[in-house]
């Protein structure tokens, strides 16, 4: 990034101090004041995020449950998932959650934010508007969704008046499991948008318009210009909403009850983390043990995504 | 990113020192808190969803106890149905449990097993004859010496079902079903002459009515499920014959007690298990319905039906340990039981309530003959809810019983594979 | 103010758009057919996104005896009533735990306001050993699944004896990795020879971060406030678990019971949510200005 090269070599060094080192050169503080200032943060997020999850990788190799202090059992945990269909399920329904949802929440907000760029009379209302569903608390927002989608809701009987006939979008496994990613996507929409809002911003108008002197049509001036303009920043989508799908959980919940649906074949990964491991009789160790291979494969595609960007944006 | 040697190293030195405190909890061994002593001191109350409707209540009760024994304080805490298991569990890992809590079996076993109940056969044993033996039998854990809390309140609900519904598919309304076989005979006949609209059945079967076919839940030493005996594969199979038939609504797979209830009260469902507390509800929300809704008795091979016990228990670590069995006792006496069953549908565990002529005499009303009816059957009621079946259980046979109806599994082979899950998980409880 | 609007990719100052009020961003003129397209779709988006709120609204203000059920649907109440309302306000005490909430967002603004701007100053602005790793402790915190590790967090908080106080639902998030790596960034978009003349005149680090630094991201701040607004607003699970006294009740968990206890009324469950969500509606329609002005220094960008 342009800022960081120049970021290095400012602000001049202060006279009369040999260049030792990188480090030293640019201080004019008392050496622990970087510390200082980062110390509230660190702090918080050491105690109440980084040491609870070491805890939770230690516990991944124990048999601990919530009431009973555990034994370490070395791999035993991960050997039992391999024979697990719940976990498979599981991995196989964050999978699809990843794929349903994700291209979806890379393009439509982009689109959404073409739209709302143009400054046209009344347009910041629409902004805030489209941003309405990110303000509400998913519990609201899936109370408000098995509402309209309840068999006898407002979407049945917009089916029905219109000679559909009603769908059972809470009842049937697959068309949940869609239910649940359609309502991931609406509460996302508006905050992706921004997102590309920002990025628009930056895109400089030039191309724009040579691309239109050309004579080029919106659809193509989309493809040419404006996206490998935003690529990086659809990288950046990309990463953020495939790492927030495959740790779902609150959508597939509250839609498919806490059992996941028919039989549980709704069961995300973090669902199965939150059933085994919670309550008097939870499995702390097993759902450690899971909650391991959600963050091993997020960090994955957090450095998937990562390296693609790097390669954009040298 | 590419992470330096340092930042590595950062890591190692942070994953070694920090865990040090990482596990261990839990309790530290039995507790038999000591009952005699004076009642005094401030103790913590914890109900389960109980504020919304019943708040006067329970606020007159402590303001009583109180005043019967100067010294103490009860500070009353409730907590919403949904998340209570995570709230008490967090609170027993953390040895922050209240004083005396409301619990129902399941959750008493495991606090019991790790030590964080007291026992009442060692602390309050005087009390024991106060109570419907069942009912106090009813908090014992198996494999466990003791009963580890006092009896609370019981429930058990009648069948709801549709006249009109019955007398269109060609039923006598006045003859509903009262055992499985005659429910599955009706219901074949209701799906057919609806041609599959309406649904006599909006739940899958639960564990409770494997009971109730007669099918054995568990071996004498409580150390092994068998509800995949011959019995339990036949109500299975019978399931669904009803779910291909639509006799058994289509969507019971997922459905909830709230869905089914909308189900019942829409017409779509032609029979709801349910509580006198629901007859107020049907009054209100769906007063068409109401006239035609004929009451029975819960559905049973047995002879038996189901009731629920609820609980209070006394935290074995409390500091005040003759002020909370005192404040447990008192909540759950005669009197005050008496006087809650009449603020609520639900019924007092102590010896000789259900004689009281509340809850015998008939006066016309439904909500009276709902209530006679059920203290009736409640005197010869079974909890078959097994102590020992966690929420993990429950959900490894629904999910079982659900491939069974689908048909990706037989019964037998569901059954058996639900059994075994349960089985590994009550090894795990220990 | 003007040096915040100038990222590296910016070309120019945005055009002049309020003297032709009928122009696109670059000035040129919006033709009239694609004027009303672009309506249109707005329109429509707007149905899409706000219709369900709506449709909550209202259902929460029909009376018991409308039929919430017809096919087709009564998408306005034929009497409106706040009639559901009141009965929520007889259920559960609105106010009080919607003083709570207050207090626990208003505190979980202040703190991470303040130490994510400290935090992401450091890792933006300061050179020092550590700097590196100080950053990707930010960036696994915010990969960790928060479900799997709340039973520890509520250990912690017990430990510390923080457990059922406000205080106690407001710590494990009173700095979020993701808010300080948000205002990172927005340090990190800074030109730097804006500290220069700063540093030159002898101002120490903390001067530099106060007068200078956080005044030119107060976009980001905004960005930040809301985030931490919303996040403690909503949260449900933690603050029921680390609370016991209903005294200190938040109000989602207030509507928890609602739908605990009345989940078959409809009515009553809508007007919960609507009481639940508007405050955050309402509060965001004020700050919006600000918020896409932080939107447009950058501050989510990455």
Not at chain 1, 128 to 140: D, L, Q, R
Not at chain 3, 277 to 287: K, N, Q, Y
Request: aromatic content about 10%; glycine content about 8%.
């Amino acid at each position: 990034m342009a800022s960081s090269t120049v970021s290095r070599t400012h602000p001049p060094r202060p006279a009369g101090r040999p260049a030792a080192r990188p480090a030293r050169r640019v201080r004019r503080h008392l050496p622990t004041s970087p510390w200082l200032f980062a110390a509230p943060g660190l702090l918080v997020t050491a105690v109440f995020v980084l040491y609870p999850f070491v805890s939770t990788v230690i516990d991944a190799f124990t048999d601990r449950r919530t009431l009973v202090p555990g034994h370490f059992v070395g791999l035993a945990n991960f050997r039992e998932l391999l024979h697990d269909d719940m976990f498979w399920t599981g991995l196989r329904n964050s999978v699809l959650y990843v794929a349903g949802t994700v291209p979806a929440l890379v393009v439509l907000p982009l689109l959404l934010a073409l739209l709302v760029r143009k400054n046209i009379p009344g347009i910041t209302f629409f902004r805030s508007a489209f941003y309405t569903p990110v303000v509400a608390s998913i519990v609201v927002v899936g109370l408000i969704w098995v509402w309209l989608l309840d068999e006898r809701g407002l979407v049945n009987s917009l089916l029905q008046t219109i000679g559909v006939g009603r769908i059972g979008f809470l009842s049937d496994q697959w068309l949940l499991l869609v239910s649940a990613m359609a309502v991931t996507v609406w509460k996302g929409l508006g905050y992706y948008m921004i997102i590309y809002l920002a990025a628009l911003a930056g895109v400089p108008r030039e191309l724009h318009e040579a691309a239109a002197v050309d004579g080029a049509g919106a659809v193509r001036r989309f493809l040419t210009v404006t996206v490998p303009a935003v690529r990086s920043t659809m990288i950046l989508v990309a990463a953020l909403s495939s790492v927030a799908a495959f740790k779902v959980f609150s959508e597939v919940y509250l839609m498919a009850g806490p059992d996941g649906g028919p039989a549980g074949e709704d069961t995300t990964l973090v669902m199965l983390v939150q059933r085994t491991g919670t309550g008097l009789t939870g499995r702390v160790g097993y759902a450690s043990a899971i909650s391991l291979v959600v963050f091993a494969v997020t960090v994955i595609l957090m450095l998937l995504v990562l390296r693609a960007d790097r390669r954009e944006d040298v | 990113m590419p992470m330096s040697r340092r930042t590595l190293a950062a890591l190692a030195l942070a994953a070694l020192v920090l865990p040090l405190s990482a596990c261990g909890s839990g309790g530290d061994g039995g507790g038999s808190g000591d009952a005699s002593g004076k009642v005094e001191g401030d103790i913590t109350f914890q109900t389960w969803n109980l504020r919304a409707n019943y708040k006067d209540y329970f606020e007159d009760l402590i303001a009583d106890f109180e005043k019967k024994y100067p010294g103490t304080h009860v500070k009353w805490v409730d907590q919403p149905a949904e998340g209570y298991a995570d709230k008490i569990s967090a609170d027993a890992a953390a040895g922050t449990l209240p004083d005396v809590v409301n619990v129902s079996p399941d959750l008493l076993a495991p606090l019991a097993k790790a030590g964080l109940a007291t026992d009442l056969d060692k602390a309050a044993a005087q009390y024991e004859k106060e109570y419907l033996p069942g009912a106090w039998d009813g908090q014992r854990i198996p494999g466990l010496p003791g009963t580890y809390a006092f009896p609370w309140y019981l429930n058990t609900g009648p069948m709801f079902y549709n006249k009109e519904l019955f007398e269109k598919a060609g039923l006598d309304p006045d003859k509903p079903p009262t055992t499985y076989d005659a429910l599955f005979a009706d219901a074949l006949q209701m799906a057919k002459k609806s041609k599959g609209k309406v649904a006599t059945l909006g739940n899958v079967p639960t564990i409770e009515d494997f009971g109730r076919y007669g099918a054995s839940l568990m071996n004498k030493d409580g150390t092994a499920f068998t509800f995949n005996d011959a019995k339990g594969v036949e109500l299975l199979t019978k399931y669904k014959q009803l779910y291909d038939a639509k006799a058994l609504d289509p969507q019971a797979l997922t459905a909830t007690p709230e869905s089914t209830g909308k189900k019942f009260l829409t017409g779509a469902v032609a029979m709801n298990p349910g509580s006198a507390l629901d007859l107020e509800n049907f009054k209100k929300q769906a007063p068409s319905l109401y006239k035609n809704i004929g009451i029975t008795d819960q559905i049973t091979n047995t002879g038996h039906v189901n009731m629920y016990v609820m609980g209070l228990m006394v935290n074995a670590g409390t500091k005040h340990t003759p002020a909370a069995i005192a404040f447990a006792h008192f909540v759950t006496d005669a009197e005050n039981q008496m006087a809650f069953a009449k603020k609520v549908a639900i019924f007092p565990s102590t010896a000789g309530s259900l004689d009281d002529p509340y809850f015998t005499k008939e006066d016309g009303t439904d909500v009276t003959r709902v209530r006679v009816a059920a203290a009736k059957s409640l005197k010869t009621a079974v909890n078959y809810t097994p102590v020992l079946f966690s929420d993990q259980m429950k959900t490894a046979l629904r999910n079982e019983v659900a491939k069974a109806l689908q048909g990706k599994e037989s019964p037998k082979a569901a059954l058996d594979n639900a059994v075994k899950a349960c089985d590994r998980l009550l090894k795990q409880q220990g | 103010m003007s040096l915040t609007e100038n990222t590296p990719r910016t070309g120019r100052p945005a055009t002049p758009a309020r003297r032709l009020r009928f122009t696109d961003e670059h000035g040129r003129r919006i033709r009239t057919w694609e004027l009303l397209l672009r309506y249109v779709l707005l329109l429509a988006v707007l149905a899409l996104t706000v219709g369900p709120f709506l449709w909550q609204l209202s259902t929460s203000l029909k009376g018991p005896t409308e039929d919430i059920f017809s096919s087709p649907p009564a998408f306005l109440p034929s009497h409106p009533t706040l009639h559901n309302y009141a009965r929520v306000a007889d259920t559960i005490p609105v106010w009080d735990y919607a003083l709570n909430s207050l207090k626990v967002a208003a505190a979980n603004v202040v703190t991470n306001c303040t130490g994510s701007a400290l935090a992401g100053y450091a890792l933006a602005r300061l050179r020092y050993r550590g700097r590196r790793a100080a950053t990707l402790v930010f960036v696994l915190a915010m990969l960790v699944p928060a479900e799997s590790i709340i039973i520890a967090q509520f250990t912690t908080m017990r430990e510390l004896g923080l457990n059922n106080t406000l205080v106690g639902v407001v710590l494990p998030g009173s700095v979020a990795a993701m808010n300080v790596l948000l205002m990172r960034n927005a340090f990190l978009n800074l030109p730097y020879e804006i500290e220069e003349a700063a540093y030159v005149d002898g101002a120490n680090a903390w001067q530099r971060f106060l007068r200078i630094a956080l005044p030119s991201v107060k976009g980001t701040l905004a960005v930040v406030a809301i985030f931490a607004f919303m996040g403690a607003w909503d949260d449900f699970l933690w603050p029921l678990i680390v609370l016991s006294d209903p005294s200190k009740f938040t109000l989602t968990i207030g509507l928890n019971y609602l739908h605990g206890t009345f989940a078959d009324d409809e009515r009553l469950v809508a007007a919960g949510t609507i009481i639940s969500v508007a405050p955050l509606i309402v509060l965001f329609a004020c700050l919006q200005r600000y918020f896409f002005r932080g939107v447009g220094e950058g501050a989510v960008k990455g």
